[in-house]
């Protein structure tokens, strides 16, 4: 079955220069990307993208991690791959979230740490599901910036709205 996932190259993954290797290792998957954007994460976004892990000792630090803080590389790069079992390949490619029982050949064995905070630095995040692939997607993604209708839309119009544009 066709599906789409939601990945980021979290910001220990930028700040190593790892992007290039994780896209390397993504192509052999055979998925296509179906969008990609550097997003700087509010606190906002991080807190709703990790909404269900509110309630662990840890949420605080992941928060800050997702925003660079730890880094200071305040960026992430995400992700949209879209095709056959899409959800399954990546999360197999990844790997274990905790970096220490990953398989040594996934991207989060070859990458990943702990701190000594306990904090996992993972260096990649990849939907576990469809149900949140589509919650991710819809969270860091409009439907206009991905190539493909991944799920159903709507057009609307809208006046007053303010954007940037290039002078």
Known sequence: MKEQTLI??????????????????????KLE????????????????????????PFFGELITYLQGQLHGRYKVLALVYWGEDAIGKVRALAGATNPEEAEPTSIRGSYGR????????????????????????????????????AYPVKTITQTSVQQKVWA
Not at 130 to 141: S, V
């Open 8 to 29: 980021l190259i979290k910001p220990d993954g930028l700040v190593k220069s790892l992007t290039g290797n994780i896209l390397t290792r993504l192509s052999e998957t």
């Open 33 to 56: 990307i179906a969008a990609a954007k550097m997003v700087c994460v509010s606190p906002e976004l991080a807190t709703e993208h990790y909404k269900h892990l509110k309630d662990q």
């Open 114 to 149: 702990i701190t000594s905070k306990g904090v996992y630095e993972n260096v990649i995040h990849a939907s576990s599901n469809a149900e949140e692939a589509e919650r991710e997607i819809k969270l860091w993604f409009q439907p206009s910036e991905i190539i493909l209708d």
